[in-house]
């Protein structure tokens, strides 16, 4: 079997990180362009940022997209959480192939079909309850939960599988209850499984458009979509600032779990150490 060369495996890597970043970073510096025209440089400038904080539109979808962001990954860690704990503790069960399909069905059904379906079951409810009025933040965050907790279980399945029973044996030979030892010693075990699943499900909601367009209303115009509308009347340099902020503010918080996960690993493996050294 031929090994590849060191040098030619960076070359290759070097390669597929640069088509990934290289257009991010050019959106990153294109954001500081002064010229109108975004493929166009003619001088640094922080005048499209400032036009950004001018233009009402941007803004109040930008907030309202961060609004259901936090929302739906919220619901979805909480809800998550307890189907994955099911999937990877409790093996086969009745009604097992049935509850994993419902669990894995949105990773695999295309959004359309999710959409128009939570728009016929709105609008079906609606005209027989009077309820939901409309669509609007509600229904889409309804929608953004349905399509994360698949995600989020997952996460949490495989981390649950992975864990050491010994430790929630041991509290409950002490005469802990089975829900006292979810929350106090299997909870911190998986909390990394929460916090990627959790941020997974933030990326997913703020980026979603297909869902989006089909669970809006009057008033509850998101980001994606208005993005869309103007990119296809052309590109606009503040789209570029807009971004920019946006993947600064993602940044800073992968980097933040990133930092929290480690300290919480290092914390759990220096209290394993004690309690076996004590033991």
Same mark, same amino acid.
């Given at each position: 079997?031929?090994?590849?060369?060191?040098?030619?495996?960076?070359?290759?890597?070097?390669?597929?990180?640069?088509?990934?970043?290289?257009?991010?970073?050019?959106?990153?510096?294109?954001?500081?362009?002064?010229?109108?025209?975004?493929?166009?440089?003619?001088?640094?400038?922080?005048?499209?940022?400032?036009? *950004?904080?001018?233009?009402?539109?941007?803004?109040?979808?930008?907030?309202?997209?961060?609004?259901?962001?936090?929302?739906?990954?919220?619901?979805?860690?909480?809800?998550?959480?307890?189907?994955?704990?099911?999937?990877?503790?409790?093996?086969?069960?009745?009604?097992?192939?049935?509850?994993?399909?419902?669990?894995?069905?949105?990773?695999?059904?295309?959004?359309?079909?999710?959409?128009?379906?939570?728009?016929?079951?709105?609008?079906?409810?609606?005209?027989?309850?009077?309820?939901?009025?409309?669509?609007?933040?509600?229904?889409?965050?309804?929608?953004?939960?349905?399509?994360?907790?698949?995600?989020?279980?997952?996460?949490?399945?495989?981390?649950?599988?992975?864990?050491?029973?010994?430790?929630?044996?041991?509290?409950?030979?002490?005469?802990?209850?089975?829900?006292?030892?979810?929350?106090?010693?299997?909870?911190?075990?998986?909390?990394?499984?929460?916090?990627?699943?959790?941020?997974?499900?933030?990326?997913?909601?703020?980026?979603?458009?297909?869902?989006?367009?089909?669970?809006?209303?009057?008033?509850?115009?998101?980001?994606?979509?208005?993005?869309?509308?103007?990119?296809?009347?052309? *590109?606009?340099?503040?789209?570029?600032?807009?971004?920019?902020?946006?993947?600064? *503010?993602?940044?800073?918080?992968?980097?933040?779990?990133?930092?929290?996960?480690?300290?919480?690993?290092?914390?759990?493996?220096?209290?394993?150490?004690?309690?076996?050294?004590?033991?």
């Amino acid at each position: 079997m031929i090994k590849p060369s060191k040098p030619l495996s960076f070359l290759v890597l070097g390669l597929g990180y640069g088509f990934l970043y290289l257009p991010i970073a050019l959106l990153v510096i294109y954001s500081f362009n002064e010229s109108k025209l975004v493929t166009l440089w003619s001088g640094f400038s922080l005048k499209w940022y400032a036009a *950004l904080l001018d233009d009402d539109e941007l803004i109040t979808a930008a907030w309202l997209s961060l609004k259901i962001a936090l929302m739906t990954a919220t619901a979805s860690v909480v809800i998550g959480t307890w189907a994955g704990f099911v999937l990877g503790r409790f093996g086969r069960f009745r009604f097992f192939t049935l509850f994993t399909g419902m669990v894995n069905a949105p990773l695999v059904i295309p959004e359309v079909i999710q959409g128009i379906s939570l728009l016929l079951l709105f609008v079906a409810m609606e005209q027989s309850f009077g309820w939901p009025e409309g669509r609007g933040v509600f229904t889409i965050w309804i929608g953004h939960v349905m399509l994360c907790v698949s995600y989020v279980a997952i996460v949490v399945q495989s981390r649950v599988r992975e864990l050491n029973l010994s430790l929630e044996e041991a509290a409950m030979d002490l005469g802990a209850r089975p829900l006292k030892v979810f929350f106090v010693i299997t909870l911190p075990l998986i909390s990394q499984a929460l916090v990627s699943g959790w941020l997974l499900s933030f990326t997913l909601s703020l980026d979603d458009l297909v869902l989006t367009a089909f669970l809006s209303g009057p008033g509850s115009t998101t980001l994606p979509m208005v993005i869309f509308s103007r990119v296809r009347l052309g *590109l606009n340099p503040e789209m570029n600032a807009l971004a920019t902020l946006f993947i600064v *503010l993602v940044s800073v918080g992968v980097v933040a779990a990133n930092i929290y996960m480690s300290v919480m690993t290092r914390k759990r493996e220096k209290e394993m150490r004690l309690a076996f050294a004590n033991g």
